[in-house]
């Protein structure tokens, strides 16, 4: 019973289509029309054929029949919806926005935005005019009504503000993923307008910000790891140079024994400075020598040497006086003591 009652369904549906006028055949002839009835022999005798004809055909085919019937009334229905959409009023050439125009304002009002966000001159596409179609299903006025409700609940929490900044709202847009054209933006950035809104400056300060701080922190990091080094690097040098002074101290404190020996030998009579020549005084010079190679890298062979100077500075740390000259003197005599000199 259900299948021959689809079945029955679907041959209406598809006489219907194929006859528009068919509902005709069913409308008695009316009282008082004051005139005859139409003629719908012919328009009855092809229904019938056509129902005779899908009559005969299988629950398959006929199923076929209606789905492909069906199909196409959606294809007609859908082609006449976008014909009568691209005949509304803000869909017309002339509610084209002019961007070069609407770039120079200072602000803008919050519809005059979302109407520019859908490329449409706000002068024209305008809420108080949209509004009254707002019972109707329209595609565009579907979208304006759903971008103005996000519109509208960002300023109640201060995301947007109306009358907004140009660049604010292009900021709030591409932040939200809402498609604007991208003519307009560039016609605004054109003007040296920042497309940015608080919360984009402040997450681009913050990620700056981070960096920065690692970046110092690393540097930090490497100058107290040259700092310590530098540190270690100065106590060794502070160690071996304690240890080079402790070694000079030594060898000055035996200078000044040699130089106390000398300066407490008694003069003894004319005749007999020739024994200054003695086995004794070629020692304490050969000493002196030894002691100027050894601890002061002294060459006599150099004609100018700072070996003495440092010799008679040293003496002098250690409240030993003696002359620059008189040390060079005695070291020039030690010197011809050394072998070949």
Sequence with gaps: MAKQFFHNEGIDYLVRRRFPLSSLLNVGPS????????????????????????????????????????????????????QEERERFYNQPHARADFVHWA??????????????????????????????????????????????LAL???????????????????????????????????????????????????DAATALKVAKATLEARIADWKQLSER??????????????IIDGKSRQIASLQERVALLEGVPEKPRVEEKSLATRERESLLKLIIGMARGGYAY??????????????????????????????KWLREAAQLMPGG
Excluded at 115 to 132: C, D, H
Excluded at 230 to 243: G, S
Excluded at 301 to 324: G, M, T, Y
């Design 153 to 203: 609940r960002a300023k109640a929490w201060e995301q947007l503000y109306d009358p907004v900044l140009p660049g604010l709202f292009l900021a709030w847009a591409k932040r939200t993923d809402i498609e604007v054209p991208p003519e307009l933006i560039e016609e605004v950035e054109s003007r040296g307008v920042q497309v940015a809104d608080w919360k984009s400056l402040y997450e």
């Design 299 to 328: 060459d006599p062979k150099l004609s100018r040497s700072n070996v003495p100077q440092e010799i008679a500075d040293d003496l002098a740390k250690h409240d030993v006086v003696l002359d620059v000259d008189t040390v060079r």
């Design 31 to 82: 009282l008082g029309s004051g005139g005859p009835p139409p003629d719908t022999r012919e328009l009855r005798i092809a229904v019938d054929a056509f129902r005779n004809e899908l009559a005969a055909l299988t629950p398959e085919e006929l199923a076929a029949r209606v789905s492909k019937e069906r199909a196409r009334e959606f294809e007609q229905l859908r082609a006449k919806a976008e």
């Design 104 to 149: 120079k304002a200072a602000h803008w009002t919050l519809d005059e935005a979302i109407a520019l966000s859908f490329g449409r001159a706000p002068e024209i596409v305008r809420w108080e005019k949209l509004q009254k179609f707002a019972a109707y299903d329209w595609p565009f006025l579907t979208q304006y009504v759903r971008r103005r409700d």
């Design 230 to 243: 530098a540190q270690a690097a100065l106590v060794a040098e502070q160690d071996r140079a304690i240890e």
